[in-house]
């Protein structure tokens, strides 16, 4: 069975600075996709970006980028100029063949002012 | 924009009552979603629905059962609420069986069974 983990339960960042959430998975299936979503406080969760896992190239979302490293199996997620209204819970997710999503535990990011 | 909504934010309830977790999406997706959400634990599946009377199980579905009679709304039903429900409860939709495909999701049910 898939699984995601995520090591880091908490993250803190001083703003316009930047951080990397780490994610790793486990699978045997070579094509699946990758998500990362952010959970602000008592707000709806919303997708901050995906990856392709055939594709090579690091996807890209104005100032979040990911570190996708497929033999590493690890999938990791860099902010950068942090701002204050990054400040959630952001889940690293894996969808499978079979069209369900399995998430890790999340990282709390504390943006500090 | 897509939107997922959900009958109740916060819901009290007593162990042993029938709870009824209501979810709309208004963006004709056909897939929906249930998921529970602890601390430490992340989102788990409960069931899923691709279509219209259609259902599956996913991670954690004892206790819990589903109906989608219409293909924007998909409840939730606890048919005996115990203590160890109390959760958060998310909905989700998709547009169809892609991969590629985002799950947009409601704002969430803070459940508690006393």
């Known amino acids: 069975a898939q699984t995601v983990t995520q090591s880091q339960p908490e993250m803190s960042v001083q703003e316009a600075e930047t951080v990397t959430l780490s994610c790793t998975y486990d699978t045997s299936e070579s094509d699946y996709y990758l998500f990362w979503y952010k959970q602000p406080p008592s707000r709806q969760m919303i997708l901050v970006i995906r990856q392709e896992a055939y594709k090579q190239q690091n996807a890209t979302e104005n100032r979040f980028s990911v570190n996708f490293q497929k033999a590493a199996k690890s999938f990791s997620l860099k902010i950068s100029d942090s701002q204050l209204g990054d400040a959630a819970m952001y889940f690293c997710a894996y969808r499978t063949r079979n069209n369900d999503m399995r998430f890790g535990a999340g990282t709390r990011l504390t943006v500090k002012p | 924009d897509v939107k997922v909504t959900q009958s109740s934010r916060y819901l009290v309830k007593r162990t042993g009552e029938k709870v009824f977790l209501e979810c709309v999406q208004d963006?004709?997706?056909?897939?929906m979603f249930w998921y529970r959400q602890d601390p430490g634990l992340g989102l788990r599946l409960i069931y899923f629905s691709y279509d219209v009377k259609m259902k599956e199980k996913g991670d954690i579905p004892e206790g819990y059962s589903v109906s989608r009679e219409k293909k924007e709304r998909f409840s939730l039903i606890l048919e005996s609420a115990s203590t160890n429900q109390t959760s958060m409860y998310l909905c989700?939709?998709?547009?169809?069986?892609?991969?590629?495909?985002?799950?947009?999701f409601g704002p969430g049910t803070r459940l508690t069974v006393t």
């Open positions: 963006m004709d997706h056909e897939n």
């Open positions: 989700a939709s998709s547009l169809g069986l892609r991969q590629t495909y985002e799950q947009y």
